[in-house]
């Protein structure tokens, strides 16, 4: 079974930076679509960046030109650089995996927090 566990979250003053990892179990990894998602106390679960097994990447509008996806096959690892952080970007951050690697099951992390202060 994959899971996944992410780490690299605590807190940060407006506009500094922050890396967030998330490291998958298994060699499976490589054949899987990767993503980020963030949740808000009070909001829905939102999509924040998507990585393919073939580096294709997608962003979310709020974080295109601050966040940047990217993932290392051979580390079995998926990481989010975020500059220029806001306020409003805090939120606990989850991976999210879905592919032929997990059976084409999506897995979850159990998140890791981000807080922004003003």
């Known amino acids: 079974q994959v899971q996944l566990v992410e780490s690299g979250g605590g807190l940060v003053q407006a506009g500094g930076s922050l890396r967030l990892s998330c490291a998958a179990s298994?060699?499976?990894?490589?054949?899987?679509?990767m993503g980020w998602y963030r949740q808000a106390p009070g909001k829905q679960r939102e999509l924040v960046a998507t990585?393919?097994?073939?580096?294709?990447?997608n962003y979310a509008d709020s974080v295109k030109g601050r966040f940047t996806i990217s993932r290392d096959n051979a580390k079995n690892t998926v990481y989010l650089q975020m500059n220029s952080l806001k306020p409003e970007d805090t939120a606990v951050y989850y991976c999210?995996?879905?592919?032929?690697?997990?059976?084409?099951?999506?897995?979850w992390g159990q998140g890791t927090l981000v807080t922004v202060s003003s």
């Open positions: 990585i393919t097994s073939g580096g294709i990447t």
């Open positions: 298994g060699s499976i990894f490589r054949f899987n679509y």
């Open positions: 999210n995996s879905y592919g032929p690697g997990t059976g084409y099951l999506e897995v």
